[in-house]
């Protein structure tokens, strides 16, 4: 079993940055494909960023420029930095892992998840 536990969201006006963080136990996380994913009110749950095992990245249209995933396997945590926030990055962000090593961009895909951090940015 592996649990995931995020923090680092908040209230940001549009601009701003903020850097999410996912921490996880247990599992080996060095062979852990990782995803981000968020929700906004009355919407599905959209894929955002996922790296691989081996920290490669791989971006939605709508965050790539804006957004960076990284990965510490030391510290066995996800990280996921969001420049240039928009009010429609407004969600719950959602941490996700994969036992796969490879990228998924589908919720399906993912086994664990955490419990998720609320991002508001304001206009």
């Known amino acids: 079993q592996v649990q995931l536990v995020e923090s680092g969201g908040g209230l940001v006006q549009a601009g701003a940055s903020l850097r999410l963080s996912c921490a996880t136990s247990?599992?080996?996380?060095?062979?852990?494909?990782m995803g981000w994913f968020r929700q906004a009110p009355g919407k599905e749950r959209e894929f955002v960023v996922a790296?691989?095992?081996?920290?490669?990245?791989y971006y939605a249209d709508s965050v790539k420029g804006r957004f960076a995933i990284s990965r510490d396997n030391g510290k066995k945590t996800v990280y996921l930095q969001m420049n240039s926030l928009k009010p429609e990055d407004t969600a719950v962000y959602y941490c996700?892992?994969?036992?796969?090593?490879?990228?998924?961009?589908?919720?399906?895909?993912?086994?664990?998840w955490g419990q998720g951090t609320q991002v508001t940015v304001s206009s």
């Open positions: 790296i691989t095992s081996g920290g490669s990245p």
């Open positions: 996700a892992a994969d036992p796969i090593p490879a990228i998924g961009v589908h919720s399906y895909e993912y086994d664990y």
């Open positions: 247990g599992g080996t996380f060095s062979s852990l494909a």
